[in-house]
C-alpha cells in the first residue's frame, strides 16, 4: 500500500511539473506569435534592402536545389540572397545568377584557403583557379574585380590570423556554428523545433564576444565589415527569416540584373550595411551617419579627423518596441541610450559603431545584439 500511495504521489508530481513546463513553454511560443504581427518600423528614405548572405545548395554541400532555395527565400520576402558553394571557383553556382521569382540572386564562392575558409565576392570568372594561399588568392580575387570576406573564424575550420590585413570583411556571427555550439543552450525548447523552430534557433544564440573583440580589433587598422553569415545548409526559411543583411542603396534597386547586382555589391565594399536579427523583431529602417558642419558621411565611412573639430554621431529608427542602443567606441560602449535614437558629439579619433539590444519578453538572449552597425572609421592620419 505503503509503496502504491508513494508511487502515485511520485506520478503525480510528474504530471504537475510536466503540466507547468508545457505552460511555461506554451507561454513563451505563444508570445511570440502574437508579436510576429508587429509591423516593421517606418523607413526612411534611404533605400534599404534586406537579404541573407552565405548560402550553400546542392552546387555543394547544401541540401536543397539552388530552386527550392530561392523559392525559400521568395517565401521570406527578401530582397535578395548571396550563393556561396564551395568550389574554387564554383563555376555552377555563378552561372545561376539572375533575378528568380522576384529574389535578386547573387553568388560567389567559399574557397578553402591556407588559413581557412574565405568567401570571395564579385570576381570575374578566372581563367583557371585561385591559389591556395590566402594572402594570393586574395589578391587574385582583387586582381579579377572581388573582394573577400573571412568565414566563420571562430569556429569549423578556424581562421588562422597573419599580419595580412587585405580582407574586406569577416563574419562575426553564422547560425550553423551557433547551432553546432550552442545546442543544449535551447534543449528545453526542443518542442519547438516541431512548433516554431525560429524560436529554437533564437535559443542557440550567444553574443560572440570573441569574434566582435578580433573585429574592433582589426577595425583599428583597417576599414574591415562585419557581417551576419546563415552559413545554410538546410532548414533554409528558418535561417532566412533569421540572420539578414540589411543593405543602404543609394537609389531603389534597379530592375535589370547588372546594375541591381553591382548596387549590392557595391553597398557592402563600403560598408553600407548593418546586420540584424529579423526573426526576434523585424529591424528594417535603422540609420547610423556622422555629420561635420553640413557633410554627412554614412556607416562604413573612413573620415580624415580635422584638427580641433568635433563629429556628430547619429543613429534612428522608429521602432515600435522597447530597445536598447550602444554607441561603442574602439570597441568600448561610450553612451547607452534607452531608445533607437543617439546623438554623440565627439573630437576623438576612433572606429564608431552602433549594438541595438532589444528589451521587454524578447525571445533573444540579453546580450545577443539584435543589430550591429557597421562602423565609421575617424581617422587621425585619414587611412
Ligand atoms: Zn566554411
Ligand atoms: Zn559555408
Redesign the pocket.
Known amino acids: 500500500m505503503k509503496t502504491g500511495s508513494w508511487k502515485k504521489r511520485l506520478f503525480a508530481c510528474f504530471i504537475f511539473l510536466l503540466g507547468l513546463y508545457v505552460l511555461w513553454l506554451g507561454t513563451i511560443l505563444l508570445r511570440q506569435r502574437a508579436r510576429r504581427e508587429i509591423p516593421a518600423a517606418k523607413r526612411p528614405s534611404t533605400h534599404e534592402v534586406q537579404g541573407v548572405y552565405h548560402i550553400h545548395t546542392t552546387f555543394s554541400d547544401g541540401r536543397q536545389p539552388p530552386e527550392k532555395v530561392v523559392a525559400a527565400a521568395s517565401r521570406q520576402h527578401l530582397d535578395f540572397i548571396i550563393l556561396t558553394d564551395?568550389g574554387n571557383p564554383n563555376r555552377a553556382s555563378l552561372a545561376g545568377q539572375g533575378w528568380k521569382e522576384n529574389v535578386l540572386v547573387l553568388a560567389g564562392s567559399?574557397l578553402s584557403v591556407s588559413r581557412g575558409?574565405l568567401v570571395a565576392l564579385d570576381f570575374r570568372p578566372p581563367d583557371g583557379t585561385f591559389a591556395q594561399n590566402a594572402e594570393e588568392a586574395v589578391q587574385e580575387v582583387a586582381a579579377e574585380g572581388g573582394f573577400t570576406v573571412i568565414?566563420?573564424p571562430f569556429s569549423?575550420?578556424r581562421w588562422s590570423w597573419g599580419g595580412f590585413t587585405g580582407y574586406a570583411g569577416l563574419e562575426i556571427a553564422d547560425s550553423d556554428s551557433m547551432i553546432k555550439q550552442n545546442f543544449w543552450r535551447a534543449i528545453p525548447y526542443l518542442p519547438a523545433l516541431l512548433l516554431s523552430p525560429r524560436i529554437f534557433l533564437l535559443k542557440t544564440l550567444e553574443r560572440p564576444s570573441q569574434t566582435l573583440r578580433k573585429w574592433d580589433e582589426m577595425a583599428a587598422k583597417q576599414a574591415v565589415y562585419g557581417y551576419f553569415s546563415a552559413?545554410a545548409h538546410l532548414a533554409y526559411e528558418t535561417l532566412f527569416s533569421c540572420f539578414r543583411l540589411h543593405v543602404l542603396l543609394g537609389e531603389p534597386l534597379a530592375a535589370e540584373f547588372e546594375r541591381a547586382r553591382a548596387q549590392v555589391f557595391n553597398s557592402l565594399r563600403r560598408g553600407a550595411f548593418y546586420c540584424a536579427v529579423d526573426s526576434a523583431r523585424p529591424a528594417g529602417g535603422f540609420i547610423f551617419w556622422a555629420e561635420r558642419q553640413r557633410s554627412h558621411f554614412p556607416m562604413g565611412s573612413t573620415v580624415p579627423l580635422a584638427p580641433s573639430s568635433r563629429m556628430q554621431f547619429r543613429a534612428e529608427a522608429a521602432f515600435p518596441f522597447a530597445v536598447q542602443t550602444c554607441l561603442l567606441r574602439d570597441g568600448e560602449v561610450v553612451l547607452r541610450s534607452e531608445g533607437p535614437d543617439i546623438s554623440f558629439s565627439s573630437g576623438r579619433p576612433g572606429v564608431y559603431r552602433v549594438e541595438i539590444c532589444l528589451r521587454g519578453g524578447s525571445p533573444l538572449a540579453r546580450d545577443f545584439p539584435w543589430i550591429i552597425s557597421n562602423p565609421i572609421f575617424i581617422r587621425e592620419d585619414g587611412l
Open positions: 564551395h567559399e575558409h568565414a566563420h569549423k575550420t552559413d
